[in-house]
């Protein structure tokens, strides 16, 4: 039984790593297709990634040994928070009491390692979009803990995967809170991957970019290194979107499964759509919407509390 | 439910903080319109009798019909500017109503402990009131004082049925006449102060002499 839990955890990790791109080609085909185009095929990331692993790595002269160990920790670092998540009914295979800490941190850990490097290269662009990122992760941070920690909280729990199996339908506030917490999880996500609202992962033009500047002068295997980690995290915001759904199904591992590709694909969905009808914000806006995503956090928090 | 209810107004307050148009105040307030219709309407599914449907056919009529219509066209004729000009920022602003909603939550705890009230609804329609009370402070235009001024009247109706659990109908009924005629005299207002003065904004009536 042990073992069994063991590979389905391994077999978590390695569909995470492997659909990771598909994600990510996936939401741009849709995306694509609702402005009327034709569309980069859905394994399209996958051509990238083999692309650039073909390609020589050149860094700037000013660099340090930081820019040539931050693609690989953040890469490492990435694949250490997607496996706590959980697919379905699966355990994962870190699940231990309080890694909902450790997840936040670990992907704050690949941040902090991302922001160092962008400024070690030493380009005034790359220091301006390194604090971007660093100004609006100030505010994407408490989105996590007040969204997590309520349920966190209300569950008494602190492991992601009992956290998620504690939420049980059999009350209609929960179906409204899971519901509300998706909002602020998508928020979240749409903020940390840096899509459409906050930031326009297409546009190649300095001075509007805030995660794409940061990679501007890496190239070959670090290149690689960082678009597989941001496809990765991606997929991981979106698994943690879609473990919100868990508790629809009856518990049980095919369900569980089922339920897994329905909400990723309907996920791929809406963020295409909010990519196709939103234009991106102007920089002075994204902390209020960022607050947004906050205060409703709070707000489940509140009312969770004073409940009776 | 009526937490649900609750929470989901809560939500729409949350978005009036952040939102910059005129017109998704009006949307907002036909939304809370039709939640505080649902939630009157919720009790009287298990006993139902026609008189009772007076009171939620009058607050749908009147809050997600008439008003929002009226203020929308008050928008057309006078031709209001889609932005609402704030006085202080946004996130300033929504900063604010958490840290009010957080101050009014906790305390309606306390008070639910020796008084025997619903928590939740009271704590969001003392929200609302808060929430209107700042709308009207921190905003320049006329037309988004009159949609605080309803979001505050909102407030005290779902204020009312968190304490009482059946409300006298006539004086609600009487109420939302009150508010309705209020609504209309402000844009008979707004409209005679757009033949004498160009803007539409309280910074302008500084210029008002008899």
């Known amino acids: ?308 | 439910m009526q937490n649900v209810l609750s929470i989901l107004f809560c939500l729409s307050l949350f978005y009036l903080a952040v939102t910059s148009r005129v017109k998704a105040y009006v949307s907002v307030l036909q939304f809370q319109g039709i939640l505080l219709t649902v939630l009157i309407v919720f009790p009287f599914i298990k006993h139902f009798s026609v008189f009772a449907l007076i009171l939620p056919a009058t607050l749908f009529i009147i809050k997600v019909i008439l008003i929002p219509r009226y203020i929308n066209r008050i928008i057309i004729n006078l031709d209001i500017k889609r932005t609402i000009d704030p006085t202080i920022q946004q996130f300033t602003f929504l900063l604010l109503i958490i840290f009010s909603m957080t101050l009014i939550f906790t305390t309606s705890n306390i008070l639910s402990n020796s008084t025997d009230i619903e928590t939740i609804p009271f704590a969001s329609g003392f929200s609302a009131i808060v929430v209107g009370i700042f709308v009207i402070i921190f905003r320049k235009k006329l037309i988004i004082h009159v949609a605080g001024f309803l979001v505050l009247e909102n407030g005290i109706f779902l204020f009312g049925t968190a304490v009482v659990s059946e409300l006298p109908m006539m004086i609600e009924i009487g109420v939302l006449l009150d508010v309705f005629v209020v609504v209309f005299l402000m844009g008979i207002a707004l409209n005679r102060i757009s033949s004498t003065l160009s803007g539409f904004e309280v910074t302008s009536l500084d210029r008002l002499k008899d």
């Open chain 1, 1 to 308: 039984m042990e073992l069994i839990t063991t590979i389905k955890g391994i077999i978590s990790l390695l569909v995470i790593l492997g659909l990771a791109p598909v994600f990510s080609g996936l939401v741009n085909k849709l995306k694509a297709i609702f402005t009327g185009k034709i569309g980069a095929p859905i394994l399209q990331p996958y051509y990238d990634l083999k692309r650039l692993l073909k390609k020589e790595t050149i860094n700037s002269g000013s660099s340090s040994f930081i820019s040539n160990i931050s693609p690989a920790i953040n890469l490492v670092v990435v694949i250490i928070a997607a496996a706590i998540l959980p697919i379905g009914f699966a355990r994962p295979m870190i699940s231990f009491d309080g890694d909902i800490i450790l997840f936040a941190y670990l992907l704050g850990l690949a941040r902090f390692f991302q922001i160092l490097a962008a400024m070690d290269i030493g380009s005034s662009f790359e220091g301006m979009g390194a604090a971007r990122e660093a100004a609006f992760s100030v505010f994407a941070e408490p989105i996590f803990f007040f969204t997590l920690g309520s349920i966190a909280f209300i569950s008494g729990l602190t492991s992601i995967y009992d956290i998620y199996h504690s939420i049980s339908l059999d009350n209609v506030s929960y179906i409204v809170f899971i519901i509300v917490c998706s909002i602020s999880v998508f928020i979240l996500a749409v903020s940390e991957c840096s899509r459409m609202p906050v930031d326009d992962p297409n546009t190649h033009l300095e001075l509007t970019m805030i995660h794409e500047v940061m990679i501007l002068d890496n190239s070959g295997i670090d290149l690689f290194l960082y678009q597989y980690s941001s496809y990765i995290k991606l997929f991981i915001y979106a698994m943690l979107e879609t473990s919100f759904f868990y508790p629809f199904g009856v518990k049980s591992y095919t369900v569980g499964i089922i339920i897994f590709i329905v909400v990723i694909t309907a996920l791929s969905m809406a963020l295409a759509i909010v990519e196709t009808i939103t234009s991106r914000f102007k920089m002075k806006n994204i902390p209020q919407y960022l607050l947004f995503a906050t205060a409703i956090g709070v707000l489940n928090l509140l009312i969770y509390t004073f409940t009776k």
